[in-house]
């Protein structure tokens, strides 16, 4: 079994590049577009004339940009304390427009912590159920080999940066611990044994989080309720544990989402804490190939952008760097620099100017996909809405007529239709 933070990495960043310009796709569109993914996809065929959902394929976003600078950040601290990603954003924050520096397509949880480092009024942390920070968790990684105490103390500090909604972190101690667990060599080691990992990590995280409850309730939350949130992922972990096919799993996953929220789901691949720590998890217990487990995970669609990183990291951690499809590291963009970044943040001998420097070479990253969009689209006519018909707009009238309307509501009718019937 390889466990090298080396690995962990490279897989989340190559996950990161796979799955970005296909986010937001259906899976029924993606397979009806590319039949099948292999490589990096451009998206431009299947974007429908909306240019501005395209991204630059083999180009990673700002997933992999905030993990290296978290990374860099935290590399060889004892603990993580929410001041030091204070002092990150501060860093590497812009202004007005560009409020997010120099990062490429940041998350709306990234965008509200950028916004409340530049309105130090407003200090309040998300409270949507979104995973859109657990790509961003092998950062801690890094951190000196600690107990249990700072590791609570690292996560809750962590996801209270981002969010204080209790899925976020449940799943990401979950998620957390099992990353420790992997990389400190007391995992399986088999990709399709990481969802009874995960069944053991969430064991540990709800000890942790009744034996340490102060500290997450320092930190924002009522351990009740978290406890509550891991037990119920626990459960679900279970449940696809025992499905017999991929089918079966994403309908546990579904209901387990529908019955925590308002607004139902009818697919798994969304951005919710509960989807993307236990998508890659199924999808690594019923895949037929290891080597094909990311191409496949980016098929389904949905939030590819976040869930597949995660599923790259899973990967890395249980395979190794060496299994990943070599075209995915000859064909990432700014492979030289990302692979040597990545080897000195993994020998714990990363600087502040090494970080320096890739922050700014990221800029001129960002304007080079930026024209090249302008470039290719710019020949691309833009669709016009369909003018309806006299017939279609009379009948779109016409479902308005009620006879609970006012003399003024029928005059007002009066006139539109007359003046319908003029055009």
Known sequence: MRNDLQDILLGSITGDALGAPLDGMGEAHIRSVFKSVEEYIDPMPALKGKPDRWKKPGLYTSTTQMLVSLSVALNGEKICRSHMLENLFTTISGSGETLTGHLR?????IIQAFRRIENAENQSTSHFTTGDILPLLPALLVLKKTGEETFITSVTSFVAFFSHNPWVLASSLITSSLYFSIYSSTGSGKLNTVVTDAIESANRAENLSETFSHLI??????????????????????????STHIEQAAQYIVQSINANQKTPVTRPTVNNPISVLC??????????????????????????????????AIFGMYCGSSMIPSHLIENLINRKRILALVESINTMKVTSAELDAFLQNESALTRKEEEERGSRFRRTPEKKPRKRTKKENMDELSRHVVESWTKYDKAKWKKQKKKIDSE
């Open 105 to 109: 397509h940041p998350t709306s949880t």
């Open 279 to 312: 998508w890659p998890c199924a999808y690594a217990l019923h895949i037929d190939s290891i080597q094909e487990y990311m191409f496949r995970i980016a098929e389904t669609g949905g939030s590819t952008g976040i869930f597949v990183p995660v599923a790259g």
């Open 217 to 242: 309730f320092d930190s924002g939350w009522n351990p009740d309720t978290v406890i509550d949130c891991i037990r119920q992922i626990h459960d679900l972990l279970v449940r696809i544990q025992e």
